[in-house]
DNA sequence: CTCGCAATTATGCAAGTGTATAATAATTTC
DNA sequence: GAAATTATTATACACTTGCATAATTGCGAG
């Protein structure tokens, strides 16, 4: 008897790192939004998928309220960084035109980034520091689309006053936004590439600009 | 003592018509999903909130589930019903100035909507009879839209073949969409009129077609 | 090597959940 | 106007929820 167990040795848990075990309740808990919504998160949930039990949860987030608010702080942060890094290198115009093609593709559009959001939708609404998350990256991405449109812009020889730029990045954002959400809502409706095509061809006419993703050649 | 209650006589309860009460249940639910998402839409607070108790729930609607069916149903109606009527009469070009404006703004344009459209998220993309009601109510959206786009271009003698018609459909209802979505998660970003005007802007670049909301005049 | 401490599990609890069933009372029917 | 009907209320139940507290156990310090 008292044979050790098939593949761990019979420990009964492991001790890992705060860092870790945080990160693996914060990444269970947007997995579990995006697939049944907040409803669905619950704690047990959330604890089974990241291998621990329940109790661990209030070990490391003093209530379930603060462990939400963690991962819509982690996963607003992934995403302005997957956005800082989708734009690259190049000519304004380039970067524009990558920034908005990376941002009506996979994995950006996806039908659980739709869910996460929406999930998170309702909390933002009432909860003020998640309001201060939203808004924070609210405006970083449209001061970034604002940013490139200006320089975009100014590479073709125009200039447009501060108003004028930000009505720009408020529409172009909302293109995006738009297809991004149906895009993510409706995944059969739109062939591949569709969605970044539209962009790209809405994006140039409301700038003024013809505007293509650059076809990379070997 | 036992005088009469101040308003009622002394009835416990009155009996309503199917309809009404059908009515109202699906009115309280649409209200608590708005107000607290699908979470906070308990049984007993959609009783509470139509005045009755929470066993006639069960009369009308076989579970709840089928009564979150019939409330995602009767606001998608609702939201065409009011599409419909916005536009109008008129040119096609002031019948699609209209439809736009009239869509980013309120009643349209408000975060209880958004609310709504984000508390459902979830069942639409795990129930499929919910899934064919947005279905349905996204295709009645976007083919409208596009009609009133071809008659607009036909207006100006310009002409375009079914697939540039649709693209230019979805772009179109993509900015709308964008902006309703952004004015109802941020009341507080934009002024009055702010969204309508980018809006129209916005649709007027992607058609190529200037595009004016008709100042009326008395 | 063993001891102490913190990470982790185990257990329990009160409140809230949807649903089922029985009891009441308002309206209709004859 | 009494009886049948059924809309409505009342009560109960099994289950889930978040949270609290106690009991373990892995692991590093001495």
């Known amino acids: 008897m008292d044979e050790p167990d098939v593949q761990d040795d019979s420990r009964k848990f492991t001790r890992e790192s705060a860092e870790y075990r945080r990160e693996a309740l914060i990444l269970a808990t947007l997995d579990l939004i995006a697939e049944m919504g907040v409803r669905g998160a619950t704690v047990r949930e959330i604890a089974a ?3 621990v039990t329940q109790g661990l949860i209030r070990h490391y987030f003093s209530s379930k309220e603060e462990l939400i608010q963690a991962a819509y702080e982690h996963h607003m942060n992934t995403l302005t960084d997957q956005t800082a890094a989708s734009s690259g290198e190049g000519t304004a115009l380039s970067r524009l035109a990558n920034f908005v093609d990376a941002s009506l593709r996979p994995p950006i559009v996806d039908p659980s980034a739709v869910a996460l959001w929406a999930g998170f939708l309702n909390k933002v609404q009432h909860d003020p520091k998640m309001q201060r998350i939203h808004q924070r990256t609210y405006n970083y ?3 970034y689309l604002e940013a490139l449109i200006v320089a975009a812009l100014q590479e073709c020889g125009r200039s447009i006053n501060a108003s004028e730029a930000m009505q720009l990045a408020i529409a172009c954002n909302a293109v995006i936004d738009g297809l991004w ?10 062939a591949e590439g569709q969605l970044a095509q539209i962009g790209l061809e809405s994006v140039s006419a409301i700038i003024g600009i013809p505007l293509n993703k650059e076809v990379e050649q070997p």
Chains 1, 2 share one sequence.
Do not use: S, V, Y
């Open 181 to 190: 959400l149906e895009g993510g809502a409706l995944p059969d409706a739109f």
């Open 141 to 143: 991405f449209r001061d």
């Open 49 to 51: 998928r990241a291998n």
